[in-house]
């Protein structure tokens, strides 16, 4: 079983990442064949200035390596690094329904957001097919933000074997864990970069404590028990809390007499309970980013050698070659 995700280097990594993804892919490279990449291509979509979008492609990289990613384990490239990706792309977008991209939730909720879209920002799920399709991947780790995307990877086989009747394609599944499918942001939201509702996981610990003590919350009294329905800082803990303290948020909840002050205080320890030994590995990694960048170039390298073999069939499918 061979198990491809990625992230995007639009900014810095934030605990809905982490949950959603990041964690399984942790766990999954000690059971399964690997490719993690940071979808760089993807990003320009929405960060559209060099300066700032330079260096983020080998912070994503720190943070994975910071999470236990080994590549040793695991291959991980950036995306631009393989340009049969993009070659595929366009094999693929010949076959892509406008109809169907145009009703994908995540594009519709960007341009309801205000976000005014580009081509790039339509045809992203296209892109990530290719990503997908491009190393044979039976199984796609993600956030439920992307189950939506990994229909469209399937209905784009399906097309593309109809139209040059043939069978190149691995038909890939979305692994999505329910219990984090969706992690809230701190207005309630789905947290996301482009919604400037993140916690994020790495940088100064002040700004974070003051993140997550500004997570909004209701006007329920101290004394009265607080509503769990709904309720960003109650998802968040569930997310985090280790089980010995599963009584202890309940009891906070449900029974009233503990403010949402002390929770959020409460929640801040669990985050630096969780993330504070890859905190330290990340900043650490930062000092050497020519290791960063040779981890990188190897992984590169095994990922093109393992899409050789696969343009090949799809290049003879369409009649390039
Ligand atoms: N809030 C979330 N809950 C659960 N999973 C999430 N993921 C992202 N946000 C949540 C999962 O993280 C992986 C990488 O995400 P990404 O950064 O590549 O893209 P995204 O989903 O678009 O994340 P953002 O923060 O919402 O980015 P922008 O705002 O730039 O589009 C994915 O598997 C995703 O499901």
Redesign the pocket.
């Known amino acids: 079983m061979r198990v491809l995700?990625?992230?995007?280097p639009?900014?810095i990594l934030?605990i809905?990442?982490y949950?959603?993804?990041i964690r399984q892919f942790v766990e999954l490279q000690r059971t399964h064949e690997c490719f993690y990449f940071l979808?760089d291509l993807h990003a320009l979509t929405?960060v559209q200035n060099a300066s700032q979008f330079r260096g983020l492609s080998r912070d994503l990289a720190a943070g994975f390596l910071a999470f236990g990613l080994d590549p040793s384990k695991s291959v991980l490239y950036r995306q631009s690094d393989i340009p049969e990706v993009t070659e595929l792309y366009w094999y693929l977008s010949t076959v892509a329904s406008m109809g169907l991209l145009q009703r994908c939730h995540s594009f519709k909720d960007k341009v309801a957001q205000g976000v005014v879209p580009n081509h790039g920002l339509l045809s992203y799920p296209v892109l990530m097919a290719a990503d997908i399709l491009i190393v044979n991947s039976n199984l796609v780790p993600?956030?439920?933000?992307?189950k939506q995307h990994l229909e469209v990877t399937r209905d784009v086989v399906s097309s593309f074997h109809t139209t040059y009747d043939c069978e190149v394609f691995t038909l890939p599944e979305p692994l999505i864990l329910d219990d984090?499918?969706?992690?809230p942001g701190i207005d309630g939201r789905?947290?996301?970069?482009?919604?400037g509702n993140?916690i994020d996981i790495f940088g100064p610990e002040k700004p974070i404590r003051k993140r997550i003590m500004s997570l909004v919350t209701d006007s329920t009294p101290v004394e009265e028990p607080k509503p769990t329905e709904d309720n960003a800082l109650y998802q968040l803990l569930k997310v985090f809390a280790p089980k010995s303290e599963t009584e202890w948020v309940e009891h906070a909840f449900r029974e009233g007499g503990t403010g949402y002050g002390t929770i959020k205080k409460r929640l801040f320890e669990y985050f630096i309970e969780t993330f504070g030994e890859a905190r330290t590995r990340y900043d650490e990694l930062q000092k050497d980013p020519a290791e960063i960048e040779r981890v990188l170039a190897s992984g590169a390298e095994k990922a093109r050698r393992t899409v050789g073999p696969l343009m090949d069939s799809v290049r003879s499918a369409v009649g390039m070659r």
């Open positions: 995700s990625g992230v995007q639009s900014g934030h809905g990442n949950f959603g993804a979808a929405t993600v956030g439920k933000d992307q984090v499918a969706v992690v789905k947290m996301s970069k482009s919604y993140t």
